[in-house]
Nanobody
Framework: QVQLVESGGGLVQPGGSLRLSCEAR???????MGWYHQAPGEQRDLVAH???????VYADSVKGRFAISRDNVKNTVYLQMNSLKPEDTAVYYC?????????WGQGTQVTVSS
């Protein structure tokens, strides 16, 4: 069974930075990893995802502020979040997509507030 183990998140002031990590366990091969976020009462939306080859896609709202990367040896994806804004406040979920299957982490809270 694929397992996604997230770490990072927390409370940060506007303009601050946070780094999220997500390790994928019990899986080998080619797959896309990424991050989604979900604010209360809102749908879950893509933040960024990255392929095995390193091709990354970002939501317009985070371009130039967030950077996604991955370590294929460690099966880990990272999300460096800079210049955080209050509207970035949400639960962030790690996602792994292989074929037509989606796997999700448990979610980690990111709160941007002074």
């Amino acid at each position: 069974q694929v397992q996604l183990v997230e770490s990072g998140g927390g409370l940060v002031q506007p303009g601050g930075s946070l780094r999220l990590s997500c390790e994928a366990r019990n899986i080998v091969g080619i797959f896309v990893m990424g991050w989604y976020h979900q604010a209360p009462g809102e749908q879950r939306d893509l933040v960024a995802h990255i392929s095995n080859s390193g091709r990354a896609v970002y939501a317009d709202s985070v371009k130039g502020r967030f950077a996604i990367s991955r370590d294929n040896v460690k099966n880990t994806v990272y999300l460096q979040m800079n210049s955080l804004k209050p509207e970035d406040t949400a639960v962030y979920y790690c996602n792994l997509r292989v074929g037509r299957s989606d796997y999700w982490g448990q979610g980690t809270q990111v709160t941007v507030s002074s």
